[in-house]
């Protein structure tokens, strides 16, 4: 049955990894499907509508999915995505304004100047509205040091790009071609160097399966960038199989933002993380400063000039890279710190409860026992450790620990955390006494851990409780319906070749009064008295109660080859014990009995049994007491009736 159970838990497990596993895949698929559509589609607008209008509508698209998805959710979760919004729609607009300044139409060489300045103008609202949305989305959630680094990973990244396009743009100046021009057209550029800078910085504070949206908004950065680029530097504008390189690139790239927020992570609020930085993460900030000096030394060498500008820049990732250094140092020395007074808190909890905390390793080794094992159990929590289990549980309770083990540990191997496991078992104290012990095991990093509680005084109320409910308080004999019960069992258990159980219904003669005379004192000792000699008179298998008052009872119960006459003689030995002199005190008072007998015949019930006792032990009381009658089972059309026995 156990191993049974075991296998079809061992089935859903697998069971249900198989499925986690298969939506895992199914989910990967659909989002990459959602991104190679959004990756076509761009591709095609681009080929079927004119670079003029194609570019604008992408621009429109990705504004009007930034505020659907933003009336989907609240506070500034909204806000962020709202500014996304109006930064995505300047840019179109400073894309048609640079379009127009490129035109030859008389009108637009009158306007021209005023068409700059709102060219500036989208290309600082697209900038300072995607500067504005990300910067909310870094301060949502953390400390002030948290939060202080993530901006500071995002100018990494941002400022060494931007030393990189600065490069670019002083090499253009210097074959002649308009650099004002080229810097109206590189600040585009520049913003979305910015964007990606801080997206790229975000991305690693959100849990990986929120990282999606956010991937998802840095491959359109590289897109919308690389469009960007495609359209300023080369002299002529680029194409691949007759589709404009530099459209498709934006395109592509608007339409990943539309999609972007719908995405997991696209409304996520950017937590915590981890709280300690790994090694990559603090290894990575010089990444973005080695390319920014590889950058600067390839301008050097080909003889270009440093100017302030690329100096102001470089110096900014430098100074960025030396703040967030003592940013992480200043963070690391309060997370030290706080781990410190947590450690310290945890270790008094544990070192002070009464509960054993004990942690196994999945090969079943004990690695951790907190220092109440020394009061619950007797036993060091040193000599326990090393030790594998079942280590001191009782023969008959090591089963079912084991099962609960092997099932966590099953669960750890397939990389399920499901809800623990409730044992209740017996452990072995050092003073050798058993000690009842309810545990709490559940997942642990290295392994399992067992919470145990010593339940033993409960237990023991529990089994008096019981007691008291089954058995007479006075003679500590089954009560009356203990012995209904004991005889229904009996009754069930009967088999044709046994002899019957037998019932004898007692009641005590002239225990009114020894009651009245000597008192209920004399009385009860009177009833304890007899409790014994009863249980004196009887084998070990059978059993005696007390019914009520002076009423007692026995059932006995014959194993087969016995001879119903050996009831009587159980009988007669009752009579005789309890007709003898009682002690109370410094006098003896004289008690008789009178006995009933009934044996069970096929068919009959507990009750009907019970009963037929009574009726013969009255019919002894009615022949002088001090007698012993049995009752007679008569077939249905006879009368009962009793007779000596």
């Known amino acids: 049955m156990i191993q049974a159970s075991a296998g079809r838990d061992r089935t859903g497990r697998t069971a249900r990894l198989g499925r986690l596993r298969v939506t895992k895949v199914g989910k990967a698929l659909s989002e990459g499907a959602v991104v190679a559509v959004a ?63 490129g035109a030859s139409s008389p009108a637009v060489g009158v306007f021209r100047p005023v068409v700059r300045v709102l060219a500036c103008a989208g290309i600082a609202a697209c900038l300072g509205g995607a500067v504005a949305a990300l910067v909310m989305a870094a301060t949502e959630d953390g400390t002030t040091l948290i939060r202080l680094r993530r901006l500071l990973d995002g100018w990494l990244i941002a400022g060494s790009l931007f030393t990189v396009g600065w490069v670019l743009l002083l090499h253009r100046a210097d074959r002649g071609d308009d650099a004002s021009a080229s810097f109206l057209g590189l600040a585009r ?49 680029g194409s691949w199989e007759g589709i404009p390189l530099g459209a498709a690139s934006s395109a592509v790239g ?42 600067i030394a390839a301008h050097t060498i080909a003889g270009g000039p440093i100017d302030t500008v690329m100096s102001a820049l470089a110096g900014s990732v430098l100074l960025a890279l030396g703040v967030r250094q003592g940013v992480i140092h200043a963070d690391h020395l309060r997370i030290t710190h706080e781990t410190a007074e947590r450690e310290d808190h945890y270790r008094t909890l544990v070192d002070r409860t009464s509960d054993v905390i004990t942690i196994v ?51 750890a191997e397939s990389d399920i955390r499901g809800p623990g496991r409730r044992v209740s078992c017996r452990v072995q104290a050092a003073d050798g006494s058993w000690r009842h012990v309810e545990s709490t095991i559940n997942h642990h990093p290295d392994g399992l851990i067992f919470i145990s509680r010593d339940v033993s005084e409960r237990v023991a109320q529990q089994v008096q409780l019981e007691r008291l409910a089954y058995h007479d308080a006075l003679t500590g004999l089954p009560n009356r319906a203990l012995f209904a019960d004991r005889v229904a069992h009996a009754l069930r258990k009967r088999i044709t070749d046994e002899a019957p159980p037998v019932v004898l219904f007692m009641d005590l003669d002239g225990f009114k009064a020894v009651n009245d005379s000597a008192g209920h004192a004399a009385g009860d000792t009177v009833l304890r008295h007899a409790a014994r000699r009863l249980q004196s008179s009887v084998r070990a298998g059978d059993t005696v109660a007390r019914l009520g008052g002076d009423e007692f009872a026995a059932l006995l119960e014959w194993e087969a080859g016995a001879h119903p006459s ?80």
């Open 39 to 101: 990756v076509v589609a761009g591709a095609v607008v681009a080929v079927v509508v004119p670079t003029g209008i194609a570019v604008p509508v992408a621009h429109g698209t990705a504004a009007v999915s930034l505020l659907v998805r933003a009336r989907t959710v609240g506070g500034r979760v909204r806000l962020r995505l709202t500014l996304s919004a109006i930064s995505v729609a300047a840019g179109g607009l400073h894309y048609v304004l640079v379009d127009q300044m």
């Open 189 to 237: 550029v520049g913003a979305d160097i910015l964007v990606f800078g801080l997206l790229v910085a975000l991305r690693f504070c959100l849990p990986h399966a929120q990282r999606t949206a956010t991937t998802v908004a840095v491959l359109a950065l590289v897109a919308l960038a690389a469009g960007d680029v495609l359209r300023i530097l080369p002299p002529e504008p």
């Open 254 to 295: 608007l339409l990943l933002v539309a999609v972007a927020p719908w995405l997991p992570g696209g409304v996520s609020v950017v937590g915590f993380g981890r709280r300690m930085m790994p090694v990559i993460g603090v290894v990575a900030a010089f990444v973005p400063v080695v390319f920014c000096a590889l950058a």
């Open 361 to 411: 390793s999945l090969d079943e080794r004990v690695l951790y026992v907190s220092p109440a094992a020394r009061w619950v159990y007797g036993h060091r929590p040193e000599d326990l450790e090393g030790a594998r289990l079942p280590l001191y549980t009782h023969p008959d309770d090591r089963e079912k620990l084991m099962q609960a083990v092997q099932t966590l540990r099953q669960d």
């Open 566 to 645: 050996s009831a009587q003689e159980v009988a007669q030995r009752i009579l005789t014990v309890l007709t003898q002199p009682y002690p109370i005190g410094t006098v003896k008072a004289e008690v008789s009995a009178s006995i009933g007998m009934a044996v069970a015949v096929p068919g009959i019930t507990p009750e009907q049994l019970l009963h037929q006792a009574d009726l013969a032990m009255y019919a002894a009381k009615a022949a002088g007491k001090g007698r012993i009658r049995l009752h007679h089972a008569q077939p249905p059309h006879a009368h009962s009736g009793t007779s000596n026995g």
